[in-house]
Structure formats: C-alpha cells, structure tokens
C-alpha cells in the first residue's frame, strides 16, 4: 500500500509576463525520499522551489504538505509547517559568525544545538569565524547547517553543490544521504550534475521549459528520449550546457 505523499504537487503553473515558466507541474514526494529536481537553465526549477516555499504564488494548481493545500501561504508560515530550504545564491549573513548564522536559523539562542549542527557539517572549527570569510565548499554547507536549524521534515536544496570540485560534489552526496537517515529528512534536490543526482536520489523528476518531461528512477529516466533530447541540444536544449557530465557552476 502506498502512503499518501508528504508533499504534493498538482498541475502546477507559473506565468511571468508571457512567459509560461511553469505548466501543469504534479508530482509526490513520499516520506524519507531523496527526490531530484533537473532540468536545463531556465526550465523552471528555482521558480518550482519558490512556489513550495510561499516566496511566489502559483497561477494556478495546488500544493498538499500531508494532504493539506498550503499554496499562497506566507514563507514564515510554510517554514513552521517543516519545511527548509537553502538558495541558489547563497544568503548568509557575511559579518556574523558561522554560529550565529545557525542561531538565527533557530530562531532562539541554543548555542549548543547550533555547535552540534557545525559539528554535523565539519564546521565546528569556524564557529566564531565571520560567515563571509569561509571558503565557497563551506559557505555551501553553513547553509545548510543553517536550514536545519529548525528541524524540518523536508529539506529543499537549490543547487547545493554548484561552485563546489569533484571531491567536495561527492562529500556533499554523501553527507546528504547521511543527514536524511540520521535526521528522518525527507530531501528535494536540485542539481545539474546529472551523475551526481543518478547516484543519490531515489527518484528524479525533469523539467524542460516549465513542463516535466520525465519522472521516476534515474535508470528509467536516464534512457528517456525526451530527457537526451532535453540535454543533449536539439530544438528542447535552452541552455543545454547543463548536461550530462557537464555542469552549469553559475552560482548566481
Ligand atoms: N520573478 C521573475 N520574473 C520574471 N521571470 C522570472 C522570474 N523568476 C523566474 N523567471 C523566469 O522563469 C524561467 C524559469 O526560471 P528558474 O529560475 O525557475 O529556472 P531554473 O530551472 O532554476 O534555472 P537555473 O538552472 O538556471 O537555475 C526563466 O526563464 C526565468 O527567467
Ligand atoms: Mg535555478
């Protein structure tokens, strides 16, 4: 028997302007779940996150967390609701320290708990350093540090391993199975080193221009055509370099 799903998707759309960023979207996250989102620059994954997390509102379609619609929630709401995030560019407090970064994820001043969450991340030598003075790879995982903070059931990380080298992409994969075994996290990825995201995720969904174009398991969705099609140019390749083995490390 399935469970319903911890968080649901149902068709949803996303206009700006006239441009569709976004079209009939529906997909399910069951619970404990490593699910990656990938498609090529442009194809609607930020936006996707950005809808979940109550930062824009869909056009159209609902969002269930445990069978419940959240959308047009405010994102302090959907945050209390458990669910965290981290961004594509990354938006740290530079002058505070590591520690105090996480403290403020904790919303109250629990020093021992956020020591422990640096510890979890390698970071617990940095705690009184400014977060602005950390390396790009360290940066990345203070953030993430900061996102658990508040013990959320689902963590939704925007490209988490972009800017980072080979051994820190493989690290991070890692650690990330690592933190949703240990921490019961259910984990909505996105990411455009595509044999990174075979690897670790569960299931993966593909986005190419605002519509999925795929769903499953990587070794389903890796024999797509539509997805080589996606990737590999063709009329569907809007920003392609995204693709298999390559990855796009713009951070911005
Ligand atoms: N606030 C906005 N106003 C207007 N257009 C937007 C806005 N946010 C996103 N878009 C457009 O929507 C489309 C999808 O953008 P989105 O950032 O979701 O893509 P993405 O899949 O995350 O791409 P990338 O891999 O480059 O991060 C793009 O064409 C983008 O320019
Ligand atoms: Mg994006």
Redesign the pocket.
């Known amino acids: 028997m399935t469970m319903p799903p911890l968080l649901e998707l149902r068709a949803i759309s996303r206009r700006?302007?006239g441009?569709q960023?976004l079209e009939d979207v529906s997909f399910g996250l069951q619970e404990g779940e490593i699910f990656g989102l990938i498609?090529?620059?442009?194809?609607?994954?930020?936006?996707?996150f950005?809808i979940i997390t109550g930062v824009?509102r869909p056009s159209g379609g609902q969002v269930l967390w445990k069978q419940t619609g959240i959308e047009g929630l405010p994102p302090h709401r959907i945050h209390r609701l458990g669910l965290a995030r981290t961004f594509?560019n990354l938006r740290l407090f530079e002058s505070l320290s590591c520690l105090d970064n996480v403290q403020v994820g904790l919303g109250r001043s629990d020093r021992r708990r956020a020591l422990e969450l640096l510890a979890l991340f390698g970071l617990q030598a940095r705690a009184a350093e400014a977060a602005g003075g950390l390396a790009y790879g360290d940066r990345r995982r203070l953030e993430m540090a900061r996102a658990l903070a508040s013990a959320p059931q689902l963590l939704l990380l925007?490209?988490p391993a972009a800017g980072l080298n080979p051994g820190e992409k493989q690290e991070l994969s890692a650690l990330i199975r690592r933190l949703a075994a240990e921490l019961h996290l259910t984990v909505l990825i996105?990411e455009?080193h595509v044999p990174l995201m075979m690897q670790l995720c569960d299931r993966l969904a593909v986005?190419n221009f605002?519509r999925l174009i795929a769903l499953g398991r990587p070794d389903a969705v890796r024999h797509d055509p539509l997805v080589i099609e996606a990737y590999l140019g063709g009329a569907g390749g809007a920003?392609g370099a995204?693709g298999a083995g390559g990855a796009?490390e713009?951070p911005s």
């Open positions: 700006f302007g441009l960023a498609g090529p620059n442009g194809a609607g994954k930020t936006t996707l950005n824009t594509q925007d490209e996105i455009h986005l605002g920003g995204g796009t713009d």
